[in-house]
């Protein structure tokens, strides 16, 4: 595939989320799928320990998600450490190999290893050629089929065509029960070719944690609240998480009169996440002598830090 710098390859990206979960900010189709164009580009080399590979950087709607630095040769192309979305680099025990020369029927290869403090599991093998068409045109391609079984459940469907490189790519992600998290369709839009870098805006970063107050489990959010409400609903959608962290939400009551102190904790609950986009709701049911009337806040923490904060106010 082309490693010149600046070498980009621009996909038509297909979100789909699963029921129940959204990403902020983002605007679905009436189908409820989010579509963008993404670019795949090199920008320059960066030395991981003692070796100089290549960044390929993903930026989507002016961030960059994610940064793998790669080495392409006979062997393959093999993934020796990642960049996450907070600019934290990711080594890896052993090296990742995505794509294994030479390329045929029926090889395999595992990636038994740790990325960071996670251990991943995953297995590919390729299961054939094929003509396949995309936005770009028509290529001759190896599909590779991928499984991942840790730290979270994932497939992978790829179809690579050389000397071009990926032109299509299917990844799906599952909770512990089966249930679709999210899916993630790449078609290649155009042929490689050099392009100047995108800019990159600094304030685009999603929050780690979104969250949101209602009446009902998947009603619109609200901040103000009748004392007779039977339950109160505290929602959360992460983004980035590391699978088992505990997600903390803590109700404070900031004033509610005379008998309580200001800032008292009234209830705290906690919930582990399984996956980096993990989500869930946290219930909160109506006192037998109704909610006391004041001003309230929820404090959300992952792993222990507080990141984000919802005022409501409880009204007669």
């Not at 390929?56 to 994610?66: P, Q, S």
């Not at 499984?147 to 459940?153: K, M, V």
């Not at 839009?189 to 944690?209: C, F, G, M, N, Y």
């Amino acid at each position: 595939m082309p490693t010149a710098d600046g070498t980009s390859w621009r996909y038509n990206m297909t979100e789909e989320i699963g029921k129940g979960l959204k990403i902020p900010d983002a605007k679905p189709d009436a189908d409820g799928k989010i579509r963008l164009r993404v670019l795949y580009r090199i920008n320059g080399t960066e030395n991981v320990d003692g070796k100089d590979v290549l960044k390929f950087e993903m930026h989507r709607a002016g961030v960059i998600t994610n940064t793998d630095l790669l080495t392409v040769d006979d062997h393959g192309i093999v993934c020796r450490a990642r960049i996450n979305l907070d600019g934290e680099l990711v080594k890896f025990d052993s090296p990742q190999t995505m794509i294994a020369a030479p390329l045929k029927k029926g090889a395999s290869w595992d990636f038994n290893g740790k990325a960071g403090e996670a251990s991943v599991r995953q297995h590919y093998e390729v299961v054939g050629e094929e003509d396949i068409r995309v936005p770009a045109g028509n290529f001759h391609a190896f599909r590779i089929y991928g499984e991942q079984t840790s730290p979270s459940r994932m497939t992978i469907d790829r179809w690579f065509a050389i000397g071009v490189g990926i032109v299509k790519d299917v990844t799906a992600m599952r909770a512990a029960n089966g249930d679709l998290l999210q899916r993630i369709l790449l078609e290649l839009a155009e042929t490689p070719k050099i392009i100047a870098r995108p800019e990159v805006k600094s304030d685009a970063l999603p929050k780690q944690l979104s969250v949101s107050i209602a009446k009902e489990q998947f009603g619109n959010p609200i901040t103000t609240f009748s004392s007779s409400t039977s339950q109160i609903y505290v929602r959360w959608q992460g983004q980035r998480l590391r699978k088992g962290a505990k997600i903390k939400a803590v109700w404070i009551a900031e004033n509610i009169g005379e008998d309580f102190p200001q800032d008292y904790k009234v209830d705290e609950v906690s919930a582990v996440a399984e996956s980096p986009i993990a989500h869930g709701v946290f219930t909160l049911t109506r006192p037998e002598d109704g909610w006391a009337p004041g001003d309230y806040r929820v404090e959300f923490y992952v792993d222990d830090v507080l990141v984000d904060a919802v005022k409501l106010k409880i009204v007669k």
